[in-house]
């Protein structure tokens, strides 16, 4: 055999091929030309998607989830509206786009896959779907282009619509993210008297085995992974220096009967629960839940800053409140501290040194030293020390026994209000 027979065989070839793919479609996503370096982008064609997310973040996660579930999937950026979306097949080919949505069907997870067009940047609703014998939904692709439509699921957050209206939208959208084993929150936090937001961390349990699932600042977004939670709903703990501690129950499936419904909406895949929350009042008494010190010590660890702060906003806001700082032990006995110096203003920064140990302190004077660093604290932040009295009980006044596993709760800080 020569070589020009040989050549004219690849040549053969690959004109078999470049055809096969203009009559048929390619079975390649459509994003899979383009630049690996740059975003990828929903491009003119026909896909059959399964999710739409806002962050790319989640949309990463949810193409796995999909992968992991025997599916090919991947996702792109659309810039018409500004989402992600999460797709198994893009084709030319209307049966190949037809025997894709049989097969993601068969799936009750994905049951509610739809066919969209993205054509010159406008999506296009080029599909009517019929009931067929199992009165289950398929795709039955139509030549006629209608008018545009928006991307499902997607709800334009700066819409005006009536109240029925958001009613409607929100559930049919809840629906659809209460079949997936993965919920993001994101959690905000409010003022009950005028809605100022407020900055909080929030604290997540599920109640059936009293388990914590985490803890996140307000504006940040949680991932639930609903699988692991026995419990049909979490309990939701917001905290800030100032206000009363509230806990709000959030269902994992949420439905428009649920208590909860009139404080949630979504940001595209994300659900957004906004809690109010009433100020301390005279003679309310809270735990500083946040504010921790070195062992032996009446100096502060950094991230106790953050609480600490929070309650010199509050003082702010309200010029005429005055409080009391209780502080309280482990136990009782004498030992050996390292105490804060006004002089040099270590309020977060331990100081090993001679001049700053003291020798044969009781509890009782190490919680009231205690106190008095945060009452420095608050003075070195513009607020008056008149505002602000301080008293140290020791072990006086313990949660739990001294040699218990919770023991270490007794060692807390807790503010009283006097007068508002």
Excluded: C
């Excluded at 049909?232 to 649920?258: E, R, V």
């Excluded at 140290?392 to 807390?412: A, C, E, T, V």
């Amino acid at each position: 055999m020569t070589i020009i027979p040989r050549f004219h065989r690849m040549i053969l070839i690959l004109l078999i091929s470049l055809i096969s793919i203009i009559s048929f479609g390619s079975t390649y996503p459509i994003s899979h030309f383009v630049d690996e370096e740059e975003p990828k982008i929903i491009l003119p064609g026909t896909y059959l998607v399964v999710g739409v997310f806002e962050y790319e973040n989640n949309a990463k996660k949810f193409t796995s989830h999909v992968e992991k579930k025997g599916l090919p999937a991947h996702y792109a950026f659309y810039p018409h509206s500004g989402y992600f979306y999460v797709y198994t097949v893009s084709s030319s080919s209307a049966e190949q786009i037809r025997n894709a949505y049989e097969e993601v069907r068969e799936y009750e997870e994905f049951s509610d896959a739809w066919v969209f067009v993205a054509k010159d940047t406008e999506v296009v609703n080029t599909v009517e779907t019929t009931p067929d014998t199992d009165d289950v939904q398929k795709p039955e692709v139509v030549q006629k282009i209608t008018e545009p439509i928006p991307a499902h699921p997607v709800i334009p957050a700066t819409e005006v619509m009536g109240l029925e209206e958001r009613e409607s939208i929100q559930e049919n959208k809840s629906k659809d993210l209460n079949q997936r084993p993965t919920m993001y929150v994101k959690f905000n936090t409010f003022r009950y008297s005028d809605e100022k937001p407020i900055a909080s961390s929030v604290k997540v349990v599920e109640g059936a085995r009293s388990k914590s699932v985490g803890e996140v600042a307000t504006g940040d977004v949680f991932v639930v992974d609903k699988t692991t939670v026995l419990d049909s709903a979490l309990q939701i703990t917001p905290y800030a220096a100032g206000y009363q501690k509230t806990q709000f129950d959030l269902p994992l499936n949420i439905s428009s009967t649920d208590s909860i419904w009139q404080l949630t909406h979504y940001e595209g895949d994300t659900l957004v629960m906004n809690m109010p929350l009433q100020r301390l009042k005279k003679g309310d008494i809270q735990v500083m839940y946040n504010t921790y010190f070195y062992g032996n010590s009446s100096v502060m660890r950094e991230r106790s800053r953050y609480e600490i702060d929070q309650l010199v906003n509050t003082l702010e806001e309200q010029p005429s409140m005055r409080i009391k700082l209780h502080g309280h032990t482990n136990g009782t006995g004498r030992g050996f501290i390292y105490e804060f110096s006004p002089e040099s203003k270590n309020f977060f920064n331990l100081i090993q040194n001679k001049e700053h140990k003291k020798k044969g302190v009781s509890s009782t004077k190490l919680s009231a030293l205690r106190t008095e660093t945060i009452k420095a604290y608050l003075e070195h932040k513009g607020i008056s020390g008149d505002r602000i009295e301080t008293e140290g009980w020791g072990g006086k006044k313990m949660l739990y026994p001294d040699d218990s596993q919770l023991s270490k709760n007794n060692i807390r800080v807790e503010i009283e209000i006097l007068s508002e």
